[in-house]
């Protein structure tokens, strides 16, 4: 099953993208995975800035992708649930998972339907560049429970 992540916006925190750049390595060991950076709308009025940057998560999911949504009112898992969730869509045929987020304003309608399912991080607040780095770890961290590799016993991070 291939992953593919999106996401409004370049990740200009230049500690965040190489954290999230080491994990998108790490995690390809484990299966494809493509990042897909959109352009952030100019600003101006919130609601067309909500319809341009939706239109274009939405052009970057496939037909038959399985969506998932970042949203703060989403479902929350722990670490062995997203392993079994992610284990599930493979298992039930799920040709690539595509995991969406937002741009600041947030996404439309449109979008929020177009998701098979709604997931939160966290009930933290986080800026955007940090829920990418936490998205990117934490499926790392899903594949490594799914081989049963020692990562999520603790293991040194960097190593």
């Known amino acids: 099953m291939r992953l593919h992540l999106v996401w409004i916006g370049k990740t200009r925190n230049r500690h965040c993208a190489a954290l999230a750049a080491d994990y998108m390595a790490r995690l390809a ?5 493509r990042m897909s950076e959109l352009k952030d ?3 101006g009025d919130e609601r067309r800035v909500i319809a341009a940057e939706s239109a ?6 496939d037909r038959d992708d399985y969506v998932v949504l970042l ?3 989403g479902r929350e ?3 062995e649930e997203l392993a079994a969730f992610i284990d599930a869509r493979r298992q039930s045929g799920v040709k690539r998972l595509a995991f969406v987020i937002g741009g600041f304003a ?4 449109d979008v929020k339907r177009r ?5 939160s991080l966290t009930r933290l ?3 955007h560049e940090l829920a990418r780095v936490v998205l990117v770890e934490q499926l790392y961290r899903a594949y490594t429970l799914l081989a049963g590799l020692p990562y999520h016993r603790g293991a040194n991070p960097g190593g």
């Open 29 to 33: 060991k484990f299966a494809p995975c």
């Open 41 to 43: 709308s100019a600003s």
């Open 56 to 61: 274009g998560l939405l052009a970057a999911v």
């Open 71 to 73: 949203d703060e009112a």
């Open 77 to 79: 898992m722990a670490s």
């Open 106 to 109: 947030g996404t439309g309608n």
């Open 115 to 119: 998701a098979d399912m709604h997931w």
């Open 125 to 127: 607040t986080l800026t």
